[in-house]
């Protein structure tokens, strides 16, 4: 293992699991459980550098999938990869593409080799091995990367599953041999759809490659949320003690704590982000739709208690106002809300398991948050 990287778990609430930890990197230290921000593209859409940084994102994610096709890892590598081509000197995780080309259902062909794939921009043919995703993720320079996996929709079958997951093995080992990058930790995937003892073995297939982190793919894509929790509650006992657990592509508030109570270190989701441009904030009590009336004439803050820029400085009607008139500073402003809003979450769960209290914390927000 890179002695560039470290996981040490500080408390861990005896009732629960959750764990309070840090994750030392290169560039920098990541203070567990944490959200982080996705920026697909090497950008969280809407935001600065510095908005990110008040709103104290420790990390952020990139894509593999669509930073390869524009503007290609090239571009990015000589530009000093992507913490100088984006202008941020802290963490990044790159993720390996494989969840973006196996949404292109339509448009790939799977095959033991890799997968050949057509461009959702242009449709142009091109072909991803696990070798070329390392790669690609090299000349990124992500700090964490992602090994190439086979993810499985809602519904899939055990035999698809099965089959899945032999991919997944397989190119974990292709993908551990061609990484060769002391300054980036590659996490492994777990996958297994909704069958644990599928997701079991695929543990044991990872652990040989989990060096300082692990992740568990292959959720929150269409199963109900306590389906979720259930195959969080069997990999719980399994994972490594040890390294940092990755959820990826989860984050509601109330996925959030139901992971970080499951023993999550690390979770991300676009969802913040996403809703945010269609007018919707995250709040204590739940999801406040910015658009209805009865918020037209409502001069007080978003969240009185939020600390973010955006509840410091405006109100509801005219959050209302801008996200009515189609103006960008709408979604701006809300994003940087929603983002502050899982970021402190994180902080305060990370509080209440220092200071013995996560579970009364977990009761209490679940008990007001309306779903």
Known sequence: MSNKFSFEVIKECPKTGA??????TPHGDILTPVFMPVGTQATVKGLKVEDLKNLNAQIILSNTY???????????????????????????????GGFQVF????????????????????????????????????????????????????GASYAEAVEAKRKTKMWLERCYKAHNNENQMLFPIIQGNIY?????????????????????????VGEEKEVMYDVLDHLQPLLPKEQPHYLMG??????????????????????PTRIARNGTAFSRTGRMVLKNAKYKDDFTPLDEECDCYCCKHYSRAYLRHL????????????????????????????????????????ENFLKNYKF
Not at 353 to 359: M, Q
């Open 323 to 362: 996200i009515n008139a189609d103006e960008m500073l709408g979604g701006e402003l809300l994003s940087i809300h929603n983002l502050r809003f899982l970021t402190r979450l994180a902080e305060q769960c990370r509080q209440a398991i220092l200071e013995d209290r996560f579970p009364e914390f977990k």
């Open 103 to 154: 949404s292109l259902s339509d448009l790939r062909k799977v095959t033991d080799d890799g997968v050949e794939f057509r461009s959702h921009l242009n449709g142009a043919k091109h072909f991803i091995t696990p070798e070329k995703c390392m790669e690609i993720q090299h000349a990124l320079g992500a700090d964490i990367i992602m090994a190439f996996d086979q993810c499985t929709e809602a």
């Open 196 to 220: 644990n003892d599928l997701r079991a073995q695929c543990v044991q297939d990872c652990l040989p490659y989990a060096k300082c982190g692990i992740a568990i793919g292959g959720l929150s």
């Open 19 to 24: 764990r309070a930890g840090i994750f030392h």
């Open 250 to 271: 989860v984050g509601s508030p109330d996925c959030l704590i139901e992971g970080f109570a499951r023993g999550i270190d690390m979770m991300d989701c676009v969802l």
């Open 66 to 96: 669509h930073l390869y096709l524009r503007p290609g890892e090239d571009i990015v590598k000589r530009a000093g990869g992507l913490h100088k081509f984006m202008n941020w000197d802290r963490p990044i995780l790159t993720d390996s």
